[in-house]
RNA sequence: UCGACAGUAGCUCAAUGGUGGAGCAUUCGGCUGUUAACCGAAGGGUUACAGGUUCAAGUCCUGUCUGUCGAGCCA
């Protein structure tokens, strides 16, 4: 007997195979059962037939309730009404469990409810096909980096100091020596790997204490970040462009069925090949100024615009938007003002007040999934950088001696997993990216 | 943290200030090709919580809690 998983089972048309899994819903019809059954591979139909199996089969199957646990066995045939789909002639089922009244009904339910529930959420075919895509996203990465040179390299999730110096960071006592923080980036870490291992990446969670309780954010999320040496600013963006085409080429070949499943429009993920428009910071104001998008600033007695959109200032969701909307790709905009960008970015060497950053806005309104830079090489410039943004200078000494020692001109990037998961799935909220969510009013289940 | 909106059966939602309903789920019955199957019946309620206005509050007012969306922060 032949045990096989659902998707696999067009190979077996006309061979009896048995199927482990759970039942999905059960539609009945007197002396007719039509249970779906999923095995985590998919979803199939079984036929039952009361004058063709055994009476305990026929009652067996009567009892069941959903996502009972079974092992039914029968006849693999094609769809008498649908072309392309498989059926199980059912002639024998094992009832491993038969489960409690189960709350996820195949009818509508709120999100506070399924997220109460997200560990049995996760059953439903949605969850499946975004948990797929994820995969495929994920597994790319490290295909791509391994193919490109790329060596993997762990970074530390306690650290002593707050990285960048900017987010709020979750911490906790260690030991006797004070307070560690949770890791918002690898990235001043990946910097040492590179200079070790000429391209590193590093894959893994990070942690923000922001209380952003926005469609985009999770105070714990997934970061792949590259860092690169002797890769200058306009380097990195090749990267960056080369790589997003990889991962999104792939999972469209790879995840079809998922895609289609989830509603996405492919056609506009095919599109996403290089080249991709790449805009100044100066270019993008000027598409802001065009569109009449002002500046908003809070005031103590509410808000006040300001236009023509300022020189200086970082981009709000209304101008991230503006800039997206007439593009078909994810446009990268770089060399930003200096003081709106982190300590470590490097000037732009004809004109000190830009920095060598990019960030990468992904098209359809998903906002940023890459924010990435040339790195500040200079050992002088850095340390005056780092007193300038009053950070703790003796914290910093190992990553000062990145510069004393060989210094080169290096990049890097980050990119929210999450995000590109966001993205590729076309959700509305990242809650549903990542299999369970954290965010700043939820921590379980 | 700020702003907008919301909270009614297990779930999703109705209900002019005047006797709280429906669909699904559950239980029982029917149906030999069903597709969120369908048809019939039954059970199921401290209208988030605390005050207030009123002859009368699910409905109006105040506060609290919870949630959703948006802003800021960012990936």
Redesign the pocket.
Known sequence: MQRVSVSKISDYTDQEVTINGWLY?I??????M?P?IRDGSGII?G?V???AVSERVWEDFSKL??ESSIKVKGTV?K????EGVF?L?INDVEIIQIAE???I???????????DRRHLWLRSPRQVSILRVRNEIIQTIRDYMYDNGFILFDTPIFTPNAC?G???LFSTEYFDMGKAYLS??GQLYAEAGAMALGKVYTLGP?F?A??????????E?W?MEPEMAFYDIDDDMDLIEDFLENVVQRVLKNCRKELELLGRNVSKLENVKKPFPRITYDEAIEILIKKDIPL?R?TSNGEEQIRPFPWGE?F?????EAIVEDFDKPVMVHRWPAE?K?FYMKRDPSNPKIALGV??LAPEGF?????GSQREDNFAELEKRIIEHQLPLEEFQWFLDLRRYGSVPHSGF???I??MVNWICNL????EAIPFAR????ITP
């Open positions: 819903n539609r009945s019809s007197g002396k007719l039509f779906e139909q036929v037939v009361k004058s309730t959903q045939s769809h008498p009404k649908k059926e002639q009244p189960y709350p009904t195949p009818k509508e339910h709120g999100v506070e409810f399924l997220m960048e900017t987010s709020t918002q980036s990070t923000r922001e209380n952003s309780m926005t469609r985009r954010h999770l105070t999320f970061m908003i809070k970082d709000g969701a209304p101008h991230e709106a982190s960030d990468v906002g940023e999934i890459i924010g980050g990119l929210g999450e995000r509305e909220n990242i809650r965010r700043p009013n939820r």
